[in-house]
């Protein structure tokens, strides 16, 4: 391979490992991911880590992982015993995987607990301070919904259509107005 190109899939691997380290991975991860990616034949452990510099647990540990995450599969050569791997190429289906195990996870979590808070404001005595934190919570849990529903949409139809849950920014006016009312 060309020195050039080798430095471009180089440079092209770094910044793959920086956006995956920027959602929470390994930056290894997107490192690997990357080389496959650019690949034209599936590669052993052992090319992905002399590429990359990177020592073999390393890479086995990252194959592993991206392996669970459905973004790199094993692929079988007739007559070899050496393991290979190429990457998931569709993009929509790596992110919809994640967002549907990762995300969706959080964003339910979140949605319960704040249901849970709600519950338990609306038991403590009447107050001004208990009808504040009850519509502040309120407010928070709207918008989990709306995250949640647009997090629903986008797994099922693999594009985000905001259009159908209305003017984000209204939810905080209307807020504002009821706040001014009281």
């Not at 691997?13 to 995956?20: L, N």
């Not at 590429?51 to 007739?78: D, F, I, K, Y």
Request: charged share 30%; proline share 2%; net charge positive.
């Amino acid at each position: 391979m060309s020195e050039p190109l080798e430095g471009a899939e180089l440079l092209c691997a770094d910044a793959v490992g920086d956006v995956i380290e920027h959602w929470g991975f390994r930056k290894a991860l997107g490192r690997v991911w990357a080389i496959l990616y650019l690949e034209t034949v599936p590669l052993g452990a052992a090319d992905i880590a002399q590429r990359l510099t990177m020592s073999a647990g390393a890479v086995s540990t990252s194959l592993g992982e991206l392996q669970r995450w459905g973004v790199v599969r094993r692929v079988w050569r007739p007559g070899e015993r050496k393991e290979y791997f190429e990457a998931e190429t569709d993009f929509w289906k790596m992110i919809s995987k994640v967002v549907s195990e990762r995300e969706r996870f959080l964003a339910e979590s979140v949605k319960d607990r704040l249901d849970r808070a709600a519950t338990s404001a609306e038991a403590a005595p009447k107050s001004a301070k208990r009808a504040h934190v009850l519509e502040r919570i309120k407010r928070l849990s709207a918008f989990a919904n709306v995250a949640q529903a647009v997090l629903d949409s986008f797994i099922q139809s693999q594009r985000a259509d905001f259009q159908k849950f209305g003017n984000l920014l209204s939810l905080t006016r209307a807020a504002k107005v009821a706040k001014e009312a009281s």
